[in-house]
């Protein structure tokens, strides 16, 4: 039986600077993955969210589905925070493991997982809203 995860991965999140306005984030992205009874976890593919010329957050979570039709999700998100967007280094991580039930009409609201980073003045949320809904069948 498959399952399809529709994830809405929100990151918001402050650049904070000594000279001239802090830089803010307030962006979304829509995440579709779809899981087969039995897979190895996969992987949900989120890009990296990047502000303000100094911050970055990456969501590095897998999703493996089990027999009963719940997902099991685990990972972490990292904030950066440097020189550039791109830089290596790491502030603060959120290790995450977690259940996201079958979404069904006695579960009907999506799960949702937050995780807080800082670094200083600078910060990001992310904000995860899922639903484990079954995958039509052709």
């Known amino acids: 039986m498959g399952r399809m995860l529709h994830c809405a991965v929100r ?3 402050k650049d904070f600077e000594n000279f001239g306005s802090d830089e803010f984030i307030h962006t979304t992205q829509m995440v579709d993955l779809v899981l087969n009874d039995g897979d190895d976890a996969r992987p949900l593919p ?3 969210f990047k502000w303000g010329g ?3 957050v990456e ?6 589905a089990n027999d009963k039709g719940t997902v099991n999700m685990f990972g972490f998100t ?3 925070e440097g020189s550039s967007e791109d830089t290596p280094d790491e ?3 959120e290790v995450l493991n977690f259940l996201v039930p ?3 009409q006695a579960n009907p609201n ?3 997982v937050a995780a807080h980073m800082q670094s200083g003045d600078d910060f990001a949320d992310v904000v995860l809203t899922i639903t484990n809904g079954f995958l039509e069948e052709e």
């Open 91 to 93: 502030r603060d991580r």
């Open 54 to 56: 100094e911050c970055r």
């Open 78 to 80: 990292s904030f950066f």
């Open 102 to 104: 079958k979404t069904t």
């Open 59 to 64: 969501v590095h979570l897998e999703a493996i």
């Open 110 to 112: 999506p799960t949702v």
């Open 46 to 48: 989120v890009g990296p």
């Open 11 to 13: 990151v918001d999140g």
